[in-house]
């Protein structure tokens, strides 16, 4: 598991509120199996929220279709907007990431956010940066 640092010098994230509610959506009805999707926008607001495939179509992995994630990438850049987050889901796990999620963060300028779905009660959110291993706890916020 990777080492953890608290308080981070980064940027945190801003999600605009309906792009948080729609990736919360996404999440909630892709379950049992892990979503996914990119976030897009500028100066850290994810501003668009890009659902994506998880071609495993697993309760405990995902991964990105890469001509899907080439196509949105073009698709940022027509709206002026950037990679700001790539976000899945945890149905039966806490909003942490797993070794493998950890292994597999190759975005550092990201933020990686987890949604559990773990409590009945609502989803969790968690927002990470996470850079050869390091894993950083984030804050955000809605706007």
């Given at each position: 598991?990777?080492?953890?640092?608290?308080?981070?010098s980064?940027?945190?994230?801003?999600?605009?509120?309906?792009?948080?509610?729609?990736?919360?959506?996404?999440?909630?009805?892709?379950?049992?199996?892990?979503?996914?999707?990119?976030?897009?926008?500028t100066?850290?607001?994810?501003?668009?929220?890009?659902?994506?495939?998880?071609?495993?179509?697993?309760?405990?992995?995902?991964?990105?279709?890469?001509?899907?994630?080439?196509?949105?990438?073009?698709?940022?850049?027509?709206?002026?907007?950037?990679?700001?987050?790539?976000?899945?889901?945890?149905?039966?796990?806490?909003?942490?990431?797993?070794?493998?999620?950890?292994?597999?963060?190759?975005?550092?300028?990201?933020?990686?956010?987890?949604?559990?779905?773990?409590?009945?009660?609502?989803?969790?959110?968690?927002?990470?940066?996470?850079q050869?291993?390091?894993v950083?706890?984030?804050?955000?916020?809605?706007?």
């Amino acid at each position: 598991m990777g080492k953890e640092q608290q308080n981070s010098s980064n940027k945190n994230i801003v999600f605009l509120q309906y792009v948080y509610n729609a990736m919360i959506h996404h999440c909630m009805e892709q379950k049992p199996f892990e979503a996914c999707g990119l976030l897009s926008g500028t100066n850290n607001v994810a501003c668009t929220h890009w659902p994506m495939t998880n071609v495993l179509r697993s309760p405990n992995e995902f991964q990105m279709d890469n001509n899907q994630i080439e196509f949105i990438f073009k698709r940022m850049k027509e709206k002026g907007e950037q990679l700001v987050g790539i976000y899945h889901s945890h149905p039966t796990t806490v909003p942490y990431p797993s070794p493998n999620d950890i292994i597999h963060a190759n975005y550092p300028e990201a933020v990686y956010v987890i949604v559990s779905l773990s409590s009945h009660i609502k989803p969790e959110v968690a927002c990470f940066h996470i850079q050869r291993g390091l894993v950083t706890t984030m804050k955000y916020s809605l706007q």
